[in-house]
């Protein structure tokens, strides 16, 4: 079974400012999910992603298959990405059932 | 477009009664349907996930069930909740080898 390690926990960091949150996996996988869940519950897919690099507006994830590596960056930051990102993998049982990171918990201050 | 339904979005039950949470899909056809449970303080961890009508699989043993008894239909159950049942339950769907869309979650606080 994957076993995913997110860091860090909690990020705390001024407006503008630019943000990563790293993930590593154990077992090579053909996809990598980071997902975005608001103080609510609601989750929202932000990526999904096999190989290089994506973006989507302010937001760039990376990764590094032979490394078993992900990046998530945010550029210029804002109070509204206050949020906790999540990284996922399959879980290798069937499907595309996921096993997820515990969350990078980030705060943006003004 | 495709929408995905959760209800009932937030529930209190005792200790013992049963549990049913159901969860659809609309605007898509033979999705991969999954359930999975956010505890407090915990990461998600997926339970049950579903190719097709009748087919369930388990990802860990535990006092819950799932049912799909239709196409776009998916059903979280349990005879008798135990207080470890407490949680935040969500309800995706996918295509295979594609991105997961998650519906918006049932709180569920068993006393």
């Known amino acids: 079974k994957n076993e995913v390690e997110q860091s860090p926990q909690n990020l705390t960091a001024q407006e503008g400012e630019f943000i990563t949150i790293n993930c590593s996996y154990s077992?090579?996988?053909?996809?990598l999910h980071w997902l975005q869940q608001h103080p609510g519950g609601g989750i929202v897919s932000l990526f999904m992603?096999?190989?290089g690099k994506k973006k989507h507006g302010r937001l760039i994830a990376t990764i590094n298959i032979q490394e078993k590596h992900s990046s998530l960056h945010i550029t210029a930051s804002h109070p509204r990405d206050s949020a906790v990102y999540i990284c996922?993998?399959?879980?290798?049982?069937?499907?595309?059932?996921?096993?997820f990171g515990k969350g990078t918990h980030l705060i943006i201050q003004p | 477009s495709q929408t995905i339904h959760q209800w009932p979005a937030t529930l209190v039950q005792p200790v013992g009664s049963p549990l049913s949470l159901e969860c659809t899909v609309e605007?898509?056809?033979?999705?991969?349907l999954y359930w999975y449970r956010q505890a407090a303080g915990r990461g998600l961890q997926l339970l049950f996930y579903?190719?097709?009508?009748?087919?369930i699989s388990s990802e860990v043993p535990q006092n819950l069930s799932a049912s799909r008894p239709q196409d776009r239909q998916f059903i979280l159950s349990s005879k008798k909740l135990l207080l470890s049942d407490s949680g935040f339950y969500l309800c995706?769907?996918?295509?295979?080898?594609?991105?997961?869309?998650f519906g918006p979650g049932t709180r569920l606080t068993v006393t």
């Open positions: 077992v090579g996988i053909s996809a």
């Open positions: 996922a993998v399959p879980s290798g049982g069937g499907a595309d059932g996921l096993t």
């Open positions: 995706a769907w996918s295509r295979t080898g594609s991105e997961q869309y």
């Open positions: 579903s190719v097709g009508i009748g087919q």
């Open positions: 605007g898509t056809s033979n999705p991969n």
């Open positions: 992603l096999s190989s």
